[in-house]
Nanobody, 125 residues
Framework: QVQLVESGGGLVQPGDSLRLSCAAS????????MGWFRQAPGKEREFVASIHWNGDTSYYANSLKGRFTISRDNAKNTAYLQMNSLKPEDTAVYYCAADDHPFGGTRAATTWDYWGQGTQVTVSS
């Protein structure tokens, strides 16, 4: 089992950048595929990005490709989400997730095994 804690959210202006971190407990972090989802008020949780255990393969929501970058540091048990050129529509609670399969992680939230508590990102002028 793994516990996930997100950090790095906050209030930023349109066009700014932000990097979210997801710290995982335990010594088996490298076993898991990692992902990020987000949920805006009144909307369903949506897929943002995911990455395989070794960091070699990553996937993105089509609408976010080019602005967001997912990465991980297995030595630090941490996954990251770099968000650039932020827009007001990026405002949401961002959640970190882990899939108990190193090459797993689909776009469906229901297939992920572990979740963090979320961190709020607000993009507003």
């Amino acid at each position: 089992q793994v516990q996930l804690v997100e950090s790095g959210g906050g209030l930023v202006q349109p066009g700014d950048s932000l990097r979210l971190s997801c710290a995982a407990s335990g010594r088996t972090f490298r076993r898991y595929a990692m992902g990020w989802f987000r949920q805006a008020p009144g909307k369903e949780r949506e897929f943002v990005a995911s990455i395989h255990w070794n960091g070699d393969t990553s996937y993105y929501a089509n609408s976010l490709k080019g602005r967001f970058t997912i990465s991980r540091d297995n030595a630090k048990n941490t996954a990251y989400l770099q968000m650039n050129s932020l827009k007001p529509e990026d405002t949401a609670v961002y959640y970190c997730a882990a899939d108990d399969h190193p090459f797993g992680g689909t776009r469906a939230a229901t297939t992920w095994d572990y979740w963090g508590q979320g961190t709020q990102v607000t993009v507003s002028s």
